[in-house]
């Protein structure tokens, strides 16, 4: 299995940009989760869905960010407009959820700079 | 809501010493899951260990075990035989059992060191 592929890998982009973050979680998991990863403020949740629909978007920080889920193998987070605070880690995870919690597959992620 | 504290934000071992990881965690929640996640140099961040509330048992894997007091809502991680491919961020992290798909809460991490 491919794992959790997470892309672009890099992105610098300026102040007001869009930025677009792709997923494609580990076929047949049913969770997939965003995180954000900082040194401030380590690893926060950000969104989770089951079964493609959004269950906890409570860790979205404004309204500047969105996520998607259109199928269950491709998912988007997207912010719009980009500010310098946003730049982080970016990862994406999915799992089998059920009875296995907590028990994430992580991708790379994806390292966010904006200048 | 669910917090988990990790006081360690560095930690030094010798290699093939052992070194314990700390982890605090605090719920109101009687049935829950801890875990230990790995996140090396590569960034990508993998299970370590996993420890069911309900069960007594340390949980053990290889070189690395953990030890849960329930009633002081801690949770070590202890590494034998230190390896050089141990140097890595680790993360404490926790969750509920009520909802099987519900987001990990994650400490703010301990790096973790082997010194040669």
């Known amino acids: 299995d491919a794992g959790v592929i997470q892309s672009p890998r890099h992105e610098v982009t300026e102040m007001g940009q869009e930025v677009t973050l792709r997923c494609k979680p580990i076929?047949?998991?049913?969770?997939l989760f965003w995180y954000r990863q900082t040194m401030m403020r380590g690893l926060e949740l950000l969104i989770y869905?089951?079964?493609?629909?959004?269950?906890?978007d409570s860790g979205m920080p404004e309204d500047r960010f969105s996520a998607k889920m259109p199928n269950a193998s491709f998912s988007t987070l997207k912010i719009q407009p980009s500010e310098p605070r946003d730049s982080a880690v970016y990862f994406c995870?999915?799992?089998?959820?059920?009875?296995?919690?907590?028990?994430?597959?992580f991708g790379e992620g994806s390292r966010l700079t904006v200048l | 809501a669910q917090t988990v504290t990790q006081s360690q934000p560095e930690m030094s071992v010798q290699e093939a010493e052992t070194v314990t990881l700390s982890c605090t965690y605090d719920?109101?929640?009687?049935?829950?899951?801890l875990f230990w996640y790995k996140q090396p140099p590569s960034r990508q961040m993998i299970l370590v260990i996993r420890?069911?509330?309900?069960?007594?048992q340390n949980a053990t894997e290889n070189r690395f075990s953990v030890n849960f007091q329930k009633a002081a809502k801690s949770f070590s991680l202890k590494i034998s035989d230190s390896q050089l491919g141990d140097a890595a961020m680790y993360f404490c992290?926790?969750?509920?059992?009520?909802?099987?798909?519900?987001?990990?809460?994650f400490g703010k991490g301990t790096h973790l060191i082997i010194q040669p």
């Open positions: 992290a926790y969750v509920d059992s009520g909802g099987g798909a519900d987001g990990l809460t």
């Open positions: 995870a999915s799992s089998f959820g059920g009875n296995r919690p907590g028990e994430l597959f």
């Open positions: 719920t109101s929640e009687s049935d829950y899951y």
């Open positions: 420890q069911e509330a309900y069960k007594q």
């Open positions: 076929s047949g998991h049913n969770s």
């Open positions: 869905f089951n079964n493609n629909v959004p269950i906890d």
